[in-house]
């Protein structure tokens, strides 16, 4: 299960964020994941919550936000959002395609005091 190694990356990363901004407590963790990224935020959700007591975490909660997979068509330039990874353009029915959004792993922000 990767996500508990995920889990412990974005706990580990904010820890060091925090402490070096001089807060005490983190009460919110703000996470963005693509659709392409192979993340259940499901799991990422339980291995969050299995290690943050260790971590003096305990009171953090874990917010999660899906980024639908976009891909942008090189004929036509058209943006469309990618289903079932089918990545053909609904417009001009190319398969020439360049990746917008779908890949990201990241921390978007998090909260404390
Ligand atoms: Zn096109």
């Given at each position: 299960m990767h996500e508990l190694s995920i889990a412990d990356n974005i706990i580990n990363a904010v820890k060091d964020a925090s402490q070096s901004r001089g807060?005490?407590?983190?009460?919110k963790i703000g996470v963005r994941i693509g659709s392409?990224?192979?993340?259940d935020p499901d799991a990422l959700t339980f291995g969050f919550d299995v290690l943050k007591r260790d971590q003096g975490m305990g009171d953090c909660d874990l917010a999660i936000e899906f980024v639908k997979t976009s891909a942008r068509c090189k004929k036509c330039s058209r943006e469309f959002e990618v289903s079932?990874?089918?990545?053909?353009?609904?417009?001009?029915?190319?398969?020439q395609c360049d990746l917008l959004s779908g890949q990201e792993l990241e921390i978007a922000y998090f909260e404390g005091e």
């Open positions: 807060m005490l407590t983190v009460s392409l990224s192979s993340v079932d990874f089918v990545f053909v353009c609904p417009d001009c029915g190319s398969s």
